[in-house]
C-alpha cells in the first residue's frame, strides 16, 4: 500500500519558472490537500480539495493552482515561481471526517527552492 | 476559526529523562486533536488522537497526551526518551465534522546524549 505519493523528492527552479508537483493516493480517500512548511510556522495550508472537480483555497493560496480531476490525483502548480516559495511541500489525504479512524495521510515532501 | 499554541520552539533534554510538549487551543466549537511526528528529511507520521472518551491518550514510541478541555490544552509527554526521539512535533485541531486540519508552529525536541 503507497499511501500518499509525492514528485519529485526535490526541485530547484529559476524566478518565473514554471512547474507542477504531482500526489497521488491509492486510498481512495476524497479529501486532500496541500501544505507549504517553513522554520517556525508549521504547516500552512494552500489548496484542498473535497472530491473530484471541486477545489478551494486555504490560507496561503497566491502563486499556487490546483486541479482535481480524478479521487486519485491532486497536482500543485507554480505559475511563475518566486524566492518567498522556496520551502517545503507537503499533500495530505484524509479518511472521513468523523469517526474512530478519522486521521491525515501524508507524502514525504518536495524540497523547493526557487533562486 | 481554530488556532493552535506549541509553547516552546525548541526541548532540549538528556537521554532517560521525562519531556512534556505543551499545546494550547483555540476554538468556538468542539474539535478532535492531534500529534504529528516529523523526523528528519521525511513526511508527517500520526501519534496519537484524541477524538471523545478518555482524556489521556495513547500513542505510539510509549508517548502519551492529555487532553483538558477547561484549560483548552492538549500536552505531550513521555516518562524517558530516547536519542531515537529527536524530531520535530506538530500539534493540529480539526472542527468535528470538518476537514481541514490546522497546525501549530511545532517543537523541535533534541534529545542529547
Known amino acids: 500500500n503507497a499511501g500518499v505519493t509525492q514528485t519529485p523528492k526535490f526541485q530547484v527552479l529559476k524566478t518565473g519558472q514554471s512547474m507542477t508537483l504531482q500526489c497521488a493516493q491509492d486510498?481512495?480517500?476524497?479529501?486532500m490537500s496541500w501544505y507549504r512548511q517553513d522554520p517556525g510556522m508549521g504547516l500552512r495550508l494552500i489548496h484542498y480539495?473535497?472530491?473530484?472537480?471541486?477545489?478551494d483555497q486555504g490560507e496561503v493560496p497566491n502563486g499556487y493552482n490546483v486541479s482535481r480531476s480524478t479521487t486519485e490525483d491532486f497536482p500543485l502548480r507554480l505559475l511563475s515561481a518566486a524566492p518567498s516559495q522556496t520551502s517545503v511541500y507537503f499533500c495530505?489525504?484524509?479518511?472521513?471526517?468523523?469517526?474512530?479512524?478519522?486521521?491525515?495521510?501524508f507524502g514525504q515532501g518536495t524540497r523547493l527552492t526557487v533562486v | 476559526a481554530q488556532s493552535v499554541t506549541q509553547l516552546d520552539s525548541q526541548v532540549p533534554v538528556f537521554e532517560e529523562a521525562p519531556v512534556e510538549l505543551r499545546c494550547n487551543y483555540s476554538s468556538s466549537v468542539s474539535v478532535y486533536l492531534f500529534w504529528y511526528v516529523q523526523y528528519p528529511n521525511q513526511g508527517l507520521q500520526l501519534l496519537l488522537k484524541y477524538l471523545s472518551g478518555s482524556t489521556l491518550v495513547k500513542g505510539i514510541n510509549g508517548f502519551e497526551a492529555e487532553f483538558n478541555k477547561s484549560q483548552t490544552s492538549f500536552h505531550l509527554r513521555k516518562p524517558s526518551v530516547h536519542i531515537s526521539d529527536t524530531a520535530e512535533y506538530f500539534c493540529?485541531?480539526?472542527?468535528?465534522?470538518?476537514?481541514?486540519?490546522?497546525f501549530g508552529a511545532g517543537t523541535i525536541l533534541r534529545v542529547k546524549s
Open positions: 480539495s473535497v472530491g473530484a472537480g471541486i477545489t
Open positions: 495530505a489525504s484524509s479518511t472521513p471526517r468523523t469517526g474512530p479512524n478519522t486521521e491525515a495521510f
Open positions: 493540529a485541531v480539526k472542527v468535528i465534522g470538518g476537514n481541514k486540519l490546522v
Open positions: 486510498m481512495n480517500h476524497e479529501y
